[in-house]
């Protein structure tokens, strides 16, 4: 498989040196968040192209979406005819996101029409096309909706599946936009390396935790760490993307958006991150370990904060091991009180020392730990924690210690990086 789309012998540069950018809107009362979108876009070099439908713009007028594009904007294939535009611009695109994407313009989508300018450029465009969907629960859940999403994935479109939330009116359930910053964000990967979002998990049920744990010394201090949870919420996103099941058990991370279609349990400690791994292990198919838990956590905790002067011996303190959840899940496995199918994935985040590299500690972490798969990431000052972009070593356990197979994985957007890891993951799978 192509792990990037190369389009340079059909599409020219954009102007900025980022890409051209198709961005079409559909008439839904969420295409106000189309503004953020483009915005987003236009922000980070990109030309963005937008290309509303006629009901759109009863919604966000022409006007509004020029002035955020720089680009003038029209519906019809009527319109610059000189210009072929409605060949042009699908064939020019490097990418198109369809945001939102609405139940009326899928099934057109799906049935290959070409009745408005927008259509017509999905039908010339041979770059990655990516639909954020928005619509009522019941739209989204109908049968000819879900017909037309599978046969839009089936031919190869990105069909983001919707976020979880308030609707228009007093309803909520799954069909909300996503925000506009997580669109661009998902469809940025689907650009950067093509099959990113197939549909290869459907059915399976994956694991995943992210974050950082803290272990208090009194009600407002604690220990932590830098962890961001910015890998596990990307590894959570490309999972549901790809069809499966997945269970995000979250520590404290950044502002991130949320992966739209996970369920999410928050903890705060690696004792709360154990119990909610072992109630959520026994059912699922893998388990992918990559939140930051604390090592160690204060022998006690103050029941009131501690002062300086006080009774209480601030300059030293007393530390004591948390479990370790990778390993006991190994050890539950080898037992018989997990599945023998279930599969176990890791994560090291080393900085080497005097005498061995990343990779070297990487080694010796996954001897001793026991894992199916274990993910190595180099970290430190400025270095994939808190970063958007990420990079590192894939290692499986060969038949002997030292024969561990490794493979590179280059620098890229963390959502990139988690399609690697769940790509590794799936071969372990056994054949259905």
Not at 60 to 71: D, H, K, R
Not at 100 to 118: E, F, K, N, Q, V
Request: aromatic share 4%; proline share 5%; charged share 20%.
């Amino acid at each position: 498989m192509t792990d990037t789309v190369n389009n340079s012998a059909v599409h020219t540069a954009s102007r900025d040196g980022g890409l051209r950018i198709l961005v079409g809107v559909g008439g839904g009362i969420a295409a106000y968040k189309a503004c953020a979108l483009i915005r987003t876009f236009t922000k980070a070099g990109h030309d963005v192209h937008v290309v509303p439908t006629e009901s759109a713009l009863r919604f966000v007028g022409a006007a509004t979406f020029e002035a955020l594009s720089g680009n003038p904007v029209s519906t019809t294939v009527f319109e610059n005819v000189d210009e072929v535009q409605h060949v042009r611009l699908g064939q020019e695109a490097d990418l198109v996101v369809i945001a939102p994407a609405t139940a009326d313009l899928m099934a057109r989508l799906a049935h290959g029409r070409s009745d408005d300018l927008l259509t017509a450029s999905c039908l010339v465009a041979t770059c990655p096309v990516v639909l954020a969907p928005a619509m009522h629960t019941e739209m989204w859940a109908h049968p000819a909706t879900r017909e037309n999403v599978e046969t839009l994935r089936r031919r190869g479109t990105v069909v983001l599946d919707p976020a979880h939330g308030r609707l228009t009116g007093p309803d909520s359930g799954p069909g909300r936009l996503p925000e506009p910053e997580h669109i661009a964000s998902l469809a940025l990967a689907a650009h950067d390396r093509f099959g990113i979002f197939r549909r290869s998990l459907a059915g399976r049920r994956i694991l995943i935790t992210a974050g950082g744990t803290h272990e208090p010394l009194d009600p407002v201090r604690f220990l932590g760490n830098a962890s961001s949870g910015r890998q596990g919420f990307a590894l959570a996103d490309v999972a549901v993307q790809r069809g499966a099941r997945v269970e995000l058990v979250a520590g404290f991370t950044d502002e991130l958006d949320e992966p739209s279609g996970a369920h999410i349990t928050r903890i705060k400690t690696a004792r709360d991150m154990q119990q909610a791994v072992a109630e959520l292990a026994p059912s699922s198919d893998a388990v992918i370990m990559s939140a930051a838990v604390a090592d160690f956590r204060p022998a006690s905790a103050a029941d009131a904060k501690l002062k300086k002067g006080g009774d209480a011996d601030l300059a030293t303190l007393a530390l004591t091991e948390n479990p370790d959840i990778l390993r006991g899940l190994v050890e539950a496995r080898r037992t018989g009180e997990l599945p023998e199918e279930l599969l176990i994935a890791g994560f090291a985040a080393e900085t080497g020392d005097a005498e061995h590299t990343p990779l070297d500690l990487a080694r010796v972490k996954l001897a001793r730990k026991g894992c199916d798969l274990l993910m190595c990431n180099a970290v430190g000052d400025g270095l994939v924690f808190g970063q958007d972009s990420s990079s590192g070593w894939l290692l499986t356990p060969g038949e002997q210690p030292g024969a561990e197979e490794v493979t590179e994985v280059p620098a890229a957007s963390k959502l990139v990086v988690a399609s690697h890891i769940l790509d590794a993951l799936e071969e372990l799978f056994a054949p259905e």
